[in-house]
C-alpha cells in the first residue's frame, strides 16, 4: 500500500513486524545481537567511589561484577565463579573484603583483576590445570562518570568509536561533576523497543503530555525540532517557541514551576540555555536529558518480552543539593509525571500488537527518528 | 483392544489423544484452526442498546471491538490501531463519543465503519499511502438477540449455513426479547474440550448431580434420551419420566423449588412443556439451554491449555423481572450448583491426563454424543 | 586447559555442561531417562500401615497411587482412570472404602489388583472391549520398610539388581523397625543434580557448616574420608578423628549436643559406633544419613529445572519416641541447620551458571564423588 510513496519529506514507512513485540525467540535474538554486544550503562562511577567497591548488574540473564579496584581502576567481571558456577557477590552493592572477590560456596577468591588467588585448603599442593582459571572479564569503560560495560568483551570496540559524534553533544555540560539526587524505577508492561520508539517522536506529545506539550510550546505541535515542520521556512525568522523550539516564555528548565533549581551550569552558550533541553542517546540502554540546571539519565532494563524494567536517576551539582533552598520534588516530578504518562501509553502500545490481521504499522514522517531507530535494530540483527 | 468391536449401538470408541488436552503447540492449532475460525459468541445484543455503544471480547490472544453504528448496525474490529499497532478501547464496555474510535496514543480516529477518519496535526497535508488504513473488519452477526463474530472475517461462511439446521430447535422460545437477568464466571482448571465432552454425556449424571437428577428422573440413569436405553422399545409406553425424559412430577422448570420462576413462554408445544428443557449448541462458543420460564446460556473463553473461563446468563422476559413476586435465587441457584458440580469433575479429568501410559480413553456406547464432538474436532483440525 | 592432566590422584576434572542445570528440553530428558526409568523412594511402607490404605505421591509430572491391597501387599498404579483419564485418589493420603478404587467421575470402579471391577449402569449389559481397562501398573517394591516404585513398569530391573552392593552399608540398623518421628520439606530454587553435586563432596564444609565440621573434624580438613588426603599415608596410625574419621571427643551422634538421643542401636560395630554417621545413597531419590540412635531419609523431587523440593524424615525406635525423656528438638534441629546451609549454597550455585562465558566448571581431586554423580548422570542420559 505504501510502497509506491516516494515523496522524500512526506514518506509513510513499516514499522517492525508485530511479532518482535511479543516473540520469545525474536526477544533472545535481541539479548544476543544488541544486548550482549552493544555498550551498557550500569551506573555512575561514584556509586563505587572507593577502591574495593563493587555493585553487581544484570542485563538479560547476565549478571555483572563491576568493581574498582586498589588502584582505582575499574573492572567488570561475570559474576560467576570457574569452580562449580557460583554466583560470587551476592549484594547489589557492596565492599571487596581484603581485595578479595571470595565465593562463599568453597571459598575460592580471586583478586581484583580477577586472577585466581586462593584456594583453601590447597594452596599448597594445588593440582594442575588451575591456573588459567581467573574469572570471565566484561570490557569497561567510564566516560564522563558513566560506567558502561559490554558483554562482548575483548570483541567489543571501544565505547567512543561504538557511540561516535553523539558524545560531543553535551561537551558543556559537567557531567563528571554531578551527583544523583533521586532515583526511580518502574516496570513498565512493553517491549523494550516500544519504549524507545516513543522516545523517538512527539506526535504523541499534545494529547498524551499536556503539562509538558505546555512548557515545550513546539511539542504541542506534535514535532521535535523545527525543522520537522514542513513548512518552516515560513516560520524561520519567528521567535514563538512555538516555531523555533525551546522553552515557554519565563521557563528555563524541566521543573514544576518552570524555574531552576539551582545555579545554572556555567560552560552553558546562549543557544543550549534558550532551548533548555538537550539529549544524549546511547542505545539500547540509556539516554541523558540534560538542561541548564540538571541532568536526568534513563536506564533501560529487558526483563522478558513484554516487560522493561526503567531507572531513572536526577544528577545535579553539589552546590544544589547542599543549598537550603533546594526543593527535590519541584525538581523532579515534572519529569516524573512526563515518564508516568509515557508508561501507560507504551503498555497501551504493547497491548495491540497481537491482532491476527495486524503485520506492522506504519510509521509518519514526522516519525523519522522512529524509523531511523528501527533501522538500527534490523542492521543489528542482521550481523 | 476395541478395534474389533462393530455391534453398532454398543461399540466402544477411542476418545482424542491425552496430549490434545495440556499439550501448548495443539491449544495454539485449536485456536488458529477452530477458535479464529468459527463464529463465536460475544454477548446478547442488548449489551449496546444504543449506536455508539461497544464492547470488547476476548478469544484466545485476539481482542474484538464490537459496536453499534449511528445507524444501528453491529460492526466488529479488531480493536488495535493501523498507526502503531495500540489497543484502542480499553474499557470492557463503554460509548464511542462523537460516532469516533480514537486511540489514546497519537489520536488517530476512526469512523463506525472503521475508516480512518482524522489524523490529529495531519489534517491537511496528509502524506500519501494513508487511505487503505482502516480497521480490520471481523465479521460480525446479530441472531435473535445473540452476537457472534467471525475471526475468519471475509472467509467466513455466514452464520446460519455455519450453524445449520439446530437453530430451529427453539424456535418457540420468544430468544430475542430476553433479557440478561443475572451473570456468572469461573475459571475452571481443565482443557476447554473437557467441558464440552462433559456437557455432552450424562453418564456422570447419578453420581455427581444428584439434585439434577432427582429432578429430570432419565439423567439418574445415566443417559440423555429415551432412545440412548438399548431396551427402550420395552418402555415405550411408559409415562414414567424416567422413561420417556423430562421433570419430575410436580416438576416445570430447572429452579429450586421446581416451579416456574415466572409466567411461561406463550408459544411452547405442549411436548416442549413436559420436558421441560431444551438445548442449542454452537460449537466452540456457547450453548443455550432454555425452559419453560427462562433461557441460560453459558458461553466458553480458553485461557491457556488448562485453563477455561466460563461464562453463564441467565434470561428472562420482562415481565418475570419486572414482577414483585420473582425470586432470582429461586431462578438461578439450581443451575449455578450443577455447574458448580460440572466444574469440579472438569478439573479432576484434566488432573489425569499425563499418565505416561494413558494414550487415549474410551467413550462408552452413552458417550455418543462425546463421539460426535471428538470427531468434530478432528475434522475441524484436519482442514 | 586441564586435558593434559593425568596425574591420577590430582587431576581435575570438566563439570556437567552449564546448560544442564537451567535448560527446560535438558530437564525433560532428565526426568524422561532417569526420574521415569529408576527406582524412586515414595515413602515408608508404615504410612500405610492397614490394607485398603493409599497414598499418591508425584514424580516429575506423573502421579503414582500407591496402595495395601486386602493381602497386605503393597501395589501401585497410574493414578488416572482408563475411561476418560480422571485423576482417581485426590487427596495425598486415604483409605479405599470398600475395597475398591472408585473414579468420581462416572464411577468406574477398580480392585486393588487394578482391574476393572464396576462400570454402573453397565454392569449387565456390558459392552464389548472393556475386559482389558485395567489400571495401568507401576511397579513397586518394599525394602528394609522403605517403599520405592519405577514407572519403567515391567521394563525395570529389580530393585536389588539396580541398586547393587550398597544395599548392604546399613545391614546392622534396625531399618525396617524404625518410626518417622518427625518430617520436613523445603523448597530449594536449584536443579536436582545441584542438590546432589553438594552432596557428594565436603569441601564445602569448612565455611558453610562450621558446626557440623566441629562435630566431624575430618569435614574441617574439606575432605569425608581419611583415604581423600593425599598424605594419608602419614597419619594412619593417627587416633584423631581428623585423620581417621567420625565425631569429635565426647560426642555419639549428630544432635545439638553430641550425645544420643535414646538408646543406640543393638547390632552395630565397635568402628561404626567410632565413626557415628554412615550414608546409602540411592540415585536420583534419595540417601539415608545412619547414626547411632537414629537414621534420617532425604528424598528429593524436582519440581522445574531450577526448583527441587526436598522432604526429610527422621527415623528412631519406637522406645526412643515414647521415652519420656527424649527431647525431639535436640535430635532434629542439628541437621536441619546443616540443611539449611547446604540449601544456601545449592541456590548460589544454581544461580551463576547462565554466565555466557561459562561452559562448565571443574571439579577438584576432592571432588571425585560428584565426578562419579556425574558420569553416572552422562551415562543415565546415553541409553
Not at 109 to 134: F, Q, T, V
Not at 194 to 209: G, S, T
Not at 326 to 335: D, I, P, Q
Request: hydrophobic fraction near 40%.
Amino acid at each position: 500500500m505504501y510502497e509506491g510513496v516516494t515523496s522524500h519529506a512526506r514518506r509513510i514507512e513499516r514499522s517492525l513486524p508485530a511479532e518482535w513485540y511479543f516473540d520469545a525467540a525474536q526477544y533472545q535474538r535481541e539479548l544476543e545481537r544488541i544486548w550482549y554486544r552493544r555498550w551498557i550503562y550500569v551506573g555512575r562511577a561514584d556509586a563505587i567511589p572507593e577502591p574495593l567497591d563493587y555493585v553487581t548488574h544484570r542485563i538479560g540473564t547476565q549478571v555483572v561484577l563491576v568493581l574498582r579496584d586498589e588502584r582505582g581502576a575499574i573492572r567488570a567481571f561475570h559474576n560467576t565463579c570457574r569452580h562449580r558456577g557460583s554466583a560470587l557477590c551476592r549484594a547489589p552493592s557492596g565492599r571487596l573484603a581484603g581485595g578479595r572477590i571470595t565465593c562463599a560456596y568453597h571459598g575460592w577468591s580471586y583478586n581484583l583483576r580477577g586472577e585466581l588467588a586462593r584456594l583453601p585448603l590447597h594452596d599448597r599442593p594445588r593440582p594442575d590445570g588451575l591456573d588459567g582459571l581467573g574469572l570471565y572479564p566484561v570490557a569497561v569503560t567510564e566516560w564522563r562518570g558513566f560506567v558502561f560495560v559490554n558483554l562482548a568483551s575483548e570483541k567489543a570496540s571501544t565505547f567512543e568509536s561504538s557511540a561516535g559524534d553523539v558524545l560531543e553533544s553535551l561537551a558543556h555540560w559537567p557531567l563528571a561533576e554531578l551527583q544523583v539526587g533521586h532515583t526511580h524505577s518502574r516496570t513498565v508492561q512493553c517491549n523494550w523497543k516500544i519504549f524507545w520508539e516513543n522516545y523517538h517522536e512527539c506526535l504523541h506529545c499534545p494529547a498524551v503530555h499536556p503539562a509538558l506539550s505546555a512548557l515545550v510550546p513546539i511539542y504541542k505541535r506534535g514535532i521535535m525540532e523545527p525543522g520537522d515542520d514542513p513548512d518552516w521556512i515560513d516560520h524561520s525568522d519567528s521567535v514563538d517557541p512555538a516555531y523555533r523550539g525551546g522553552l515557554r516564555a519565563n521557563a528555563v528548565s524541566w521543573t514544576m514551576n518552570g524555574q531552576a533549581c539551582g545555579a545554572s551550569f556555567a560552560g552553558l552558550t546562549a543557544e543550549e540555555r534558550r532551548i533548555g533541553y538537550h539529549y544524549l542517546t546511547l542505545l539500547p540502554s540509556m539516554y541523558i536529558a540534560a538542561h541548564v540546571d540538571y541532568v536526568r539519565v534513563v536506564r533501560l532494563q529487558p526483563v522478558s518480552p513484554e516487560t522493561t524494567e526503567v531507572f531513572t536517576q536526577w544528577l545535579f551539582p553539589a552546590a544544589t543539593l547542599n543549598s537550603p533552598e533546594f526543593e527535590l520534588e519541584n525538581a523532579v516530578r515534572f519529569a516524573a509525571q512526563v515518564m508516568t504518562e509515557d508508561a501507560a501509553v507504551c503498555e497501551l502500545a504493547q497491548q495491540g500488537q497481537r491482532a491476527l490481521s495486524y503485520s506492522c504499522g506504519v510509521l509518519m514522517p514526522e516519525e523519522y527518528a522512529v524509523h531511523d531507530f528501527q533501522q538500527w535494530v534490523r542492521a543489528e540483527l542482521a550481523h
